[in-house]
């Protein structure tokens, strides 16, 4: 039987992924896919297909499809890659707008949740978060894939658990700001 805290991390779940879907895009951008794609382009600019699809845990047709969609939305551009058979990916301004847009309404949208808790409580959640990342982080690719909607700079910054566990690294504290 399910606990409650588990039931009410499912609901905090669930809240956030509705609205996450909710926001406001360009049809390019319609589905969850689309923008997780961009978001990976725009942290691994120059990236290949096969890099990419892993952060955001495609097949190779499902990826090649989707950066079609953002290619001819004029979101993202390719150029030549690594060797003749592959391509390296990039986003155009457009994309970068659109990537920079939706991490904004995602943050906007997280501090507004984060925002209901006193600064103690605030440090609390945020070293039981890092606990529960650090050991839910499998590999490199599932790495990728938890983090494909991040704005990474304030994780890096003070020590992002999915990335410390992904290398090996012990867990970092909590960084309380």
Not at 5 to 14: D, M, S
Request: net charge positive; charged share 30%.
């Amino acid at each position: 039987m399910t606990r409650r805290t588990e039931n009410l991390l499912g609901v905090l779940a669930l809240l956030v992924t509705d609205e996450l879907d909710a926001q406001p895009s360009i049809p390019a951008l319609s589905g969850i896919t689309a923008r997780a794609m961009l978001n990976a382009i725009g942290q691994y600019p120059d990236s290949s297909i096969e890099l990419l699809r892993d952060a955001v845990d495609l097949s190779h047709p499902a990826a090649v499809r989707a950066t079609a969609g953002l290619v001819d939305a004029g979101l993202v551009e390719k150029k030549a890659g690594s060797d003749k058979r592959s391509v390296a990916l990039v986003l155009t301004a457009s994309g970068r707008r659109e990537a920079k847009r939706m991490r904004s309404a995602r943050g906007r949208m997280l501090k507004r949740i984060v925002a209901r808790l006193d600064e103690n409580e605030r440090e609390v959640f945020e070293r039981l978060l890092i606990k529960i990342l650090w050991n839910e982080t499998r590999d490199a690719s599932h790495a990728m894939q938890l983090c494909r909607f991040c704005d990474d700079k304030p994780c890096l910054k003070a020590g992002c658990p999915v990335e410390c566990r992904d290398h090996g690294l012990s867990m970092p504290g909590g960084s309380a700001s």
